[in-house]
Structure formats: structure tokens, C-alpha cells
């Protein structure tokens, strides 16, 4: 799994003109991508390590605080483009593999006490932040 982990001072997410998720920070809008072999493991893995990251002001973590995260679907974080001027997403999940992935993340996430937003898996988001800091990390498990 793959995740774009980016500290923020707010974050919102919109499908067709209605708010689906939104935070208020400090906290992390995590954007994550599921490739073909991952597994329930690594999605618990991976909400561990969003939990405890030490990116937040001050060095602290989002269970430090109890800082809110806004997790978002992204399958093109698997995307590649080495060759060409067309990328290819072979390496991305499909939605039926992906999407109980990016729930469990979710659903993990919030069994160790975290306020979790979400945008909505396979549609067309609008996704606004406000990056604090700039402060952006990639994180794999």
C-alpha cells in the first residue's frame, strides 16, 4: 500500500457539489493507493503508521492529539509513467480488491480511536486543502 500523507490545517472533499468528508486541523489528509498484492495486514500496517507519524506541529502525532485524518481513495498513486506521455495504472488495485482495502485502512484507523473522514470510493472528488507547512510524505507499507 501507498500513501500520500500531507499535514494540514483543513481539508474537504466534495462529490457533485456536496462536502463528503471534511477536517479541521491540525491534522493529516491522507491520500492512499492499494496495488495488486496487498492484504488486510498492510492495511492495518499502514493505519498504525498514519496514527503514530510524528509530522504534526511540535512533533507530536495524530494519536498525540487525537488530530483527525481525511482519507481518500487514489488509485493513480500507482500510476506509471516511465514511458511515453500516457501513464499506465497496471500496478493499481481494482476497485473490487482496492475498495475493502481503503475501508479497512479506514475502519482500523478509527479501532485505535481516530476521527476519520472519507471521500467516496471510484467517483469523480474535488479534494481542497490547506497544506501546513508545506509539509507532504510518502509512506509505504
Not at 468528508?21 to 499502514?46: E, M, R, Y
Not at 511540535?58 to 488509485?75: K, N
Not at 476521527?115 to 467516496?120: F, I, K, P, Q, Y
Request: one cysteine or more.
Amino acid at each position: 500500500m501507498r500513501a500520500v500523507a500531507q499535514r494540514v490545517t483543513e481539508a474537504a472533499v466534495t462529490v457533485d457539489g456536496e462536502t463528503v468528508g471534511k477536517i479541521t486541523g491540525p491534522g493529516l489528509c491522507v491520500l492512499v493507493g492499494v496495488t495488486h498484492d496487498d492484504t488486510a495486514a498492510k492495511a492495518a500496517q499502514l493505519a498504525r503508521k498514519l496514527w503514530s507519524l510524528r509530522i504534526l506541529p511540535e512533533e507530536r502525532s495524530c494519536s498525540d492529539i487525537g488530530a483527525p485524518l481525511l482519507v481518500i481513495s487514489q488509485f493513480t498513486l500507482y500510476g506509471d509513467a516511465r514511458k511515453g506521455r500516457r501513464p499506465t495504472w497496471n500496478a493499481a488495485a481494482p476497485g473490487p480488491v482496492a475498495e475493502p482495502l481503503v475501508d479497512e485502512v479506514v475502519a482500523q484507523l478509527r479501532a485505535l480511536g481516530a476521527h476519520v473522514e472519507t471521500g467516496r470510493f471510484g467517483a469523480s472528488m474535488k479534494v481542497s486543502l490547506t497544506n501546513d507547512g508545506p509539509f507532504t510524505l510518502v509512506v509505504e507499507v
